[in-house]
Structures are given as structure tokens and as C-alpha cells.
């Protein structure tokens, strides 16, 4: 019987997937998705090959909880950063912000997009995971537009752009270039959302 980590079986099982998911992030880091085997993630994480089965099927089964614990913990932290938040313009900027720490910290690279080495059945289960985060978007943007803050908009072409310009956008890694990089972000997204003269007079 392999040894239990921590002081029960449900601690045990918390922090072997944790484990796992820094093995994992690491490596993709290093090596990018396709180019590891889950007998690598075991290895990097210390933990027994077969012990890994009792946790998930498959890398691809290891990725998608990994990804589905990430999102949970960002969405989070941005509900919490937004529960005292009451202006629309300031909530965007909020969101703004946290996904510019999230793209600090949480990466899957190198190696092609993943979308193009998983299963169509996992990369649907991702885009599903996707739609916590989109969700909290469109919240915001619906309340900007109510209280005439921002243009009337079809929102199922708005989150998937304003998503895709925060993803993409490199930032600086610190400094005042990150602060005037980040700054330059959230007044783009607030035109392009239609808060024109909101953005231009903060």
C-alpha cells in the first residue's frame, strides 16, 4: 500500500494532485504539453506511476483537472476582487488587472496551441471551463451597458475578442513598463467596449 500522504486519505489525495499539477506546469513550461509523458509528470512529482491512475486515466485527464482547478481559484480571486467594486468602468479594469496576473502566472508554453495536440472531447471540456471566466465578463459588460456606461453589444462577439486581446497581449515582466502596459490595456478595452470618453478622461 503506498504511503499516505498527510493526515487522512482526503489530504492525501489534495496534495498528491497538487503535486501533480506543478509537476505538470512545470514541465509544459519547460517542454510544452505534447513533448511530456504522465510517466514524466510522475517522476517530476515523486509519486509512483501506477499511483497516478488512482488520480486520473490519462495526461489529458490530468490537463483538464489542472486547468479546472486553475480556473476555479482565478475566478476566485476575481469575485473577490470585485465584490467591493460598484462602477462598471472600474469592475472592467478590475477584470483587466487580474487577467494580466494570470497570464503571469499561469502559461502553457512552448509547443504548439494545444487546441491542435488534444481530443476533440478534452478540448471541448476545455472551452466548457472557459465560459466560468466569460461569464464574469459578460456580467460586467451587461451592468456597464444597463447603467449606460458602455455601447449596446452583441456579447457573444465582445468576450471571446476582449478574452482574446488579454491572452495574447504580452506584458512587460515588472516595472513601471508593466504598470504603463497594463495602464494602455484597460483603456484599450474600455474603448472598445464603448466607454470612449470614460477611458480617455481616467
Given at each position: 500500500?503506498?504511503?499516505?500522504?498527510?493526515?487522512?486519505?482526503?489530504?492525501?489525495?489534495?496534495?498528491?494532485?497538487?503535486?501533480?499539477?506543478?509537476?505538470?506546469?512545470?514541465?509544459?513550461?519547460?517542454?510544452?504539453f505534447d513533448h511530456i509523458s504522465l510517466?514524466?509528470?510522475?517522476?517530476?512529482?515523486?509519486?509512483?506511476?501506477?499511483?497516478?491512475?488512482?488520480?486520473?486515466?490519462?495526461?489529458?485527464?490530468?490537463?483538464?483537472?489542472?486547468?479546472?482547478?486553475?480556473?476555479?481559484?482565478?475566478?476566485?480571486?476575481?469575485?473577490?476582487?470585485?465584490?467591493?467594486?460598484?462602477?462598471?468602468?472600474?469592475?472592467?479594469?478590475?477584470?483587466?488587472?487580474?487577467?494580466a496576473e494570470l497570464t503571469r502566472d499561469?502559461?502553457?508554453?512552448?509547443?504548439?496551441?494545444?487546441?491542435?495536440?488534444?481530443?476533440?472531447?478534452?478540448?471541448?471540456?476545455l472551452r466548457e471551463h472557459a465560459s466560468?471566466?466569460?461569464?464574469?465578463?459578460?456580467?460586467?459588460?451587461?451592468?456597464?451597458?444597463?447603467?449606460?456606461?458602455?455601447?449596446?453589444?452583441?456579447?457573444?462577439?465582445?468576450?471571446?475578442?476582449?478574452?482574446?486581446?488579454?491572452?495574447?497581449?504580452?506584458?512587460?515582466?515588472?516595472?513601471?513598463?508593466?504598470?504603463?502596459?497594463?495602464?494602455?490595456?484597460?483603456?484599450?478595452?474600455?474603448?472598445?467596449?464603448?466607454?470612449?470618453?470614460?477611458?480617455?478622461?481616467?
Amino acid at each position: 500500500m503506498p504511503k499516505i500522504i498527510g493526515r487522512s486519505l482526503h489530504e492525501h489525495r489534495e496534495q498528491t494532485r497538487t503535486k501533480l499539477f506543478g509537476a505538470l506546469a512545470e514541465l509544459m513550461a519547460e517542454r510544452g504539453f505534447d513533448h511530456i509523458s504522465l510517466a514524466d509528470i510522475a517522476a517530476h512529482a515523486g509519486i509512483g506511476r501506477t499511483a497516478v491512475y488512482n488520480h486520473f486515466a490519462d495526461k489529458e485527464s490530468l490537463l483538464l483537472g489542472y486547468i479546472t482547478h486553475e480556473t476555479v481559484q482565478f475566478a476566485e480571486r476575481l469575485e473577490a476582487a470585485l465584490e467591493t467594486v460598484e462602477d462598471p468602468v472600474e469592475q472592467l479594469r478590475t477584470y483587466v488587472r487580474q487577467q494580466a496576473e494570470l497570464t503571469r502566472d499561469f502559461h502553457l508554453a512552448p509547443g504548439p496551441d494545444l487546441r491542435t495536440v488534444l481530443s476533440r472531447e478534452t478540448a471541448g471540456r476545455l472551452r466548457e471551463h472557459a465560459s466560468v471566466v466569460e461569464d464574469i465578463l459578460r456580467r460586467i459588460l451587461a451592468h456597464g451597458v444597463r447603467a449606460g456606461v458602455f455601447v449596446e453589444q452583441d456579447f457573444d462577439v465582445t468576450v471571446p475578442l476582449v478574452n482574446s486581446c488579454l491572452s495574447g497581449r504580452g506584458l512587460p515582466a515588472d516595472g513601471p513598463e508593466r504598470a504603463r502596459a497594463i495602464a494602455a490595456t484597460e483603456t484599450f478595452v474600455l474603448r472598445a467596449v464603448g466607454a470612449q470618453e470614460r477611458a480617455t478622461a481616467a
